[in-house]
Nanobody, 124 residues
Framework: QVQLVESGGGLVQAGGSLRLSCTASGRTFSSYAMGWFRQAPGKEREFVAAISGSGGATYYGASVKGRFTISRDNAKNTVYVQMNGLKPEDMAVYYC?????????????????WGQGTQVTVSS
């Protein structure tokens, strides 16, 4: 069982930056690929970014590529997403998720464990 706790959400102006963090329980964090997803009201959950267990492979959703950067610190059991150039359409609840393998995936159904989410609000 893995428990995930996100932090770092908040209110930011368009064009600004935020860094979200997700800290996992347990001692085998590097065994899990990690992903970030987001969900806006009335919309389906959307893939944001994913990273392999070692951190050597990363993937991004088309709408965030070039603006967001995913990274992880396995010594701290933490995955991050640095979000730059935020737009109003980035506003959503952001969730981190852990997959039961080191290989990253881009679909929500591939992930086994989920955090409670953190709200990101972007004002125009």
């Amino acid at each position: 069982q893995v428990q995930l706790v996100e932090s770092g959400g908040g209110l930011v102006q368009a064009g600004g930056s935020l860094r979200l963090s997700c800290t996992a329980s347990g001692r085998t964090f590097s065994s899990y690929a990690m992903g970030w997803f987001r969900q806006a009201p009335g919309k389906e959950r959307e893939f944001v970014a994913a990273i392999s267990g070692s951190g050597g492979a990363t993937y991004y959703g088309a709408s965030v590529k070039g603006r967001f950067t995913i990274s992880r610190d396995n010594a701290k059991n933490t995955v991050y997403v640095q979000m730059n150039g935020l737009k109003p359409e980035d506003m959503a609840v952001y969730y981190c998720a852990a997959r039961g393998t080191v290989l990253a995936a881009t679909t929500a159904r591939e992930y086994l464990y989920w955090g409670q989410g953190t709200q990101v609000t972007v004002s125009s």
